[in-house]
Structure formats: C-alpha cells, structure tokens
C-alpha cells in the first residue's frame, strides 16, 4: 500500500507548545508540501516547496491541476529554492561596467581579496587599471 510506505517511511509527529513553534519548525524542515488552515500564519512561512491553504486546498488539487508545477524541492532544498517555474529555463548573463571612479572606490577591497585568495594577478588587474 503506497500510503502506508509512505508514512512508515518518511513521517514523524510533532507536538508544538504553540503555532509560532510550529511554524518554526516547519521553516526548519522545510517540507516540499504545506497543508496550512490558517490563512494568518502565511506571511510567516519562510520555506516550503508549496502551501495548500485553507481547507478546500488539497495537496492532490495542487498536485494535478491547480498548482504552478508538480516539481519541487524535496528533502529541506525548499529552504534554498521553490518549486521548478518558468524561470528555470531562462538564461541569466550578469554584465558588470565600472566607471574609473568607481574601480578606484573599490581598488582596495577587490585587491585585499583577491590577495587573500592568492590571486594575486588578480588584484594587479585591478592596480593597473587604477592608476591615476
């Protein structure tokens, strides 16, 4: 039986002395699904792969026809990402353009670093572009 395995498997019981325990605890675990019945408790819910909230909000309904995407996080990721979206499949390229003032503002940051890490070419890119 699936649901048996399940919860032998992967199920515990926590009593908390109050709801701000219990959230608390639910952030730490991080569960991939939230059932939540107070609406009041959202704003407090850090990690969680999903929330079903309210009563009328099975996890079955978001599972197969109400939810963003039947992909998420399992075992705590959900306390470094959510569930898989559209913006998984678009390509991100950082580009970084420093003015002369600026790159002299950071010259020492970057040099002290970079030194830090043994790069010391590193921190001579930034010396040679920096002097006045």
């Known amino acids: 039986d699936v649901a048996r395995k399940a919860i032998e498997g992967n199920s515990f019981i926590a ?3 109050n709801m701000e325990e219990a959230v608390a605890l639910s ?3 991080a569960p991939e699904h939230l059932s939540l019945h107070d609406p009041a408790l959202l ?7 999903t929330v079903f909230l309210g009563p009328n909000s099975p996890e ?5 026809a109400a939810g963003p995407s039947h992909v998420l996080p ?9 569930g898989l979206s559209a913006a998984d499949f678009v390509k991100v390229i950082a580009v970084q353009q420093l003015s002369q003032d ?7 940051t970057i ?3 970079a ?15 920096s002097v006045s």
């Open 43 to 49: 704003p407090s819910i850090r990690n969680a792969g």
């Open 115 to 129: 030194r830090a890490e043994g790069l010391e070419a590193h921190a001579r890119a930034v010396e040679v572009r």
């Open 60 to 64: 079955s309904a978001g599972d197969y």
């Open 15 to 17: 009593v908390t002395a």
């Open 102 to 108: 600026a790159l002299q503002e950071l010259a020492p």
């Open 27 to 29: 952030n730490m675990y």
């Open 74 to 82: 399992t075992g705590g990721a959900a306390r470094l990402r959510g």
């Open 111 to 113: 040099t002290t670093l």
